[in-house]
């Protein structure tokens, strides 16, 4: 049988009293995985589909959120909805990784490097939103080095992200990065169901992988298209 990283329920019937807050903490680490992180990932992704019909679509519907959600208000919602939420689900989950014992030689099971790859891809993930969100939003939109979109000139258009792209260093990042957020926001789709109990039978927990998997390619591949779009 595979070996199970995650507590069962009846483990977490018999876990003394002391432990209790790790057990809340986890929760509120597995929720936030979704709420906001993993919603904000998916609208994040649909926001740069535009990309994909090219760069006027692509400005027009940035310059379309600035006018829906003007600064300071913009960056409210950036800071208190994603920023802190991710912060927590990045520095904890960096915790739980440098803690896990994956038993990899023990049990050189399917579950078994997909939990340390959960790990992996989740410490590759915030070192690239750091890369990403230092080079972008403080690079370019604070200190006005980009050209940013007609009529809204503090935010990164498509030619900054053009730009940016034309190097395939930085390419290469973007693709890890954004590779391992499909495959983690995928995959912990399936570690999610199990925590909150929703997966209990081997049944269920093998659909709830399928539809990782699925997840994780719907994503990966719009992902891809738009940053070679970029290039094109
Ligand atoms: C795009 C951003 C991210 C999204 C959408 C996301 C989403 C998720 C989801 C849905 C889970 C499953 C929760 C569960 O197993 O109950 C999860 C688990 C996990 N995440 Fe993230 N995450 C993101 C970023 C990060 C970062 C930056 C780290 C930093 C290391 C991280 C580390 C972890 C770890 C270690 C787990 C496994 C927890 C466990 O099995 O107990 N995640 N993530």
Known sequence: MAHSA???TETLALVAPQTDRSFLWRRLHSLTGIVPVGLFLLFHLFENMNALRGAEAYDAAIAKLAELLPPPYFYFVE???ILLPLAFH???GTYLALEGSPNLKAYAYR??????LQ?????LVLAFVVYHVVTLRVGLTLRGL???VPGHEGYVGFADMARAMASPEVLGLYLLGVLSAAFHFGNGLGGFLWTWGVTIGERSRRVAEWLGWALTAAMAVPMVAILLKFRA
């Open 6 to 8: 995650q507590p069962t």
């Open 79 to 81: 800071v208190g909805l």
């Open 90 to 92: 990045g520095l904890y």
């Open 111 to 116: 579950r078994n490097y997909l939990y340390v």
């Open 119 to 123: 790990r992996v891809t989740g410490v």
């Open 146 to 148: 980009g050209a940013g």
